[in-house]
Nanobody, 125 residues
Framework: QVQLVESGGGLVQAGGSLRLSCAAS????????LAWFRQAPGKVREFVGG????????KYADSVNGRFTISRDNAENTVYLQMSSLEPDDTAVYYC??????????????????WGRGTQVTVAT
């Protein structure tokens, strides 16, 4: 079992920056691949970015590539999502997800075993 707790969401102006954090517990952190997903009202949950268990591989959705950066701090059992140049379309609830079966990064939510409760990000125009 893995427990995931997101933090760092809030209200920002378009063009601003925000860093989300996800603290994990309950299973060896270094064996987890981790990802961020987001879901806006009335829309499906979509992949944002992910990082492999080793940290050697990262993947991003085309819509955020170049603006968002995912990283992990194994000493703190935490994965981060640094978001820059935020746009109104980035407004959503952001979820942290963990996968213990695979060594790479999956872009489908069906590939993840554990989920946090989410943190709201609102980008104002």
């Amino acid at each position: 079992q893995v427990q995931l707790v997101e933090s760092g969401g809030g209200l920002v102006q378009a063009g601003g920056s925000l860093r989300l954090s996800c603290a994990a517990s309950g299973r060896t952190f270094t064996r987890l691949s981790l990802a961020w997903f987001r879901q806006a009202p009335g829309k499906v949950r979509e992949f944002v970015g992910g990082i492999s268990d080793s940290g050697s591989t990262t993947k991003y959705a085309d819509s955020v590539n170049g603006r968002f950066t995912i990283s992990r701090d194994n000493a703190e059992n935490t994965v981060y999502l640094q978001m820059s140049s935020l746009e109104p379309d980035d407004t959503a609830v952001y979820y942290c997800a963990a996968d213990f079966k695979n060594h790479g990064v999956l872009t489908s939510g069906l590939g993840y075993d554990y989920w946090g409760r989410g943190t709201q990000v609102t980008v104002a125009t």
